[in-house]
């Protein structure tokens, strides 16, 4: 009688042997019993599938990568990187972590290369978010100042020290600027993904009234958020502060970026 557990063993190592050589067919050889042109079907589907994701996930990216480097990395990519989750759409998070955390740097890459791949990522984030703003309860037409504020859950405050949203042919930049680019990337009630370049103010008020939500599971008004700005920066000018902050606010509502006041 077979013994059912070589049996397996023999199955799950033949698994192994197929799938490590899909992942590195130049290292890891083929299963004996399958003939080369049968595996060249896989080779191919598994790839390329992989990298397409990766290319539309990435444009900007896989523009300014000349061929041969973009199948470098989504080789590698392929061969060292393990997946925990198995659908298709966390491909570009996992790339985007490989980049990041795993692959090892080299001397041409470009020195915005990591976050330029964050901001494709985070546009795609913002469209892909189940999230929906208009299940959120709020008021629009509230006090800003006065009352609790509500920020939308599919609003990022992000820093970059190179302007990211501009790179593309026309513009390479070779070294970071001197300042750091401040964006807000949101999706609206259109469900239309949209950014705004703004400040190390602005960017600051909408971090604080995120963090109050995470850390305290509370909500501020503008006054309150406005004065922990100002104790912040030590504004040497208040009332200038103040109005200027009541204009951010306006301003972030009418980008869906706040939503409104608390019922």
């Known amino acids: 009688m077979p013994d059912k557990n070589a049996t397996l063993a023999r199955f799950q190592q033949l698994q192994y042997d197929f799938a490590g050589h899909l992942r590195d067919p130049e290292h890891k050889a083929r299963p004996a019993d399958i003939e080369d042109r049968r595996m060249k079907v896989y080779r191919d589907l598994f790839y390329n599938n992989v990298e397409n994701f990766c290319a539309n996930s990435f444009p900007i990216l896989r523009e300014l990568t000349d061929d041969q480097k973009w199948h470098q990395m989504v080789r590698q990519f392929f061969v060292e990187h393990r997946a925990h989750s198995p659908y298709f759409k966390d491909i570009s998070k996992a790339f985007l972590s490989y980049l990041g955390e795993e ?60 302007p990211v949203h501009r790179i ?94 608390n019922l």
């Open 168 to 261: 593309g042919d026309a513009y390479i930049p070779e070294q970071a600027p001197e300042q750091p680019t401040f964006l807000i990337i949101s999706r609206n009630r259109e469900h239309q993904v949209d950014f705004m370049e703004t400040n190390a103010i602005t960017y600051r008020l909408l971090e604080i009234f995120q963090e109050a939500e995470r850390a305290k599971a509370m909500q501020l008004t503008g006054q309150e958020a406005i004065k922990q700005l100002q104790q912040e920066l030590q504004f040497p000018n208040p009332e200038q502060l103040i109005e200027g902050g009541k204009q951010v606010l306006t301003d972030l509502l009418e980008r869906d970026v706040i939503l409104g006041v």
């Open 103 to 162: 692959r090892e740097p080299q001397a041409d890459d470009y020195p915005f290369m990591l976050e330029l791949a964050h901001w494709e990522w985070m546009e795609l984030n913002a469209l892909s978010d189940t999230g929906d703003i208009l299940k959120f309860p709020h008021d629009r037409n509230g006090d800003l100042y006065h009352e609790k504020v509500v920020v939308s859950p599919l609003a990022w405050p992000l820093v970059y020290e190179y």
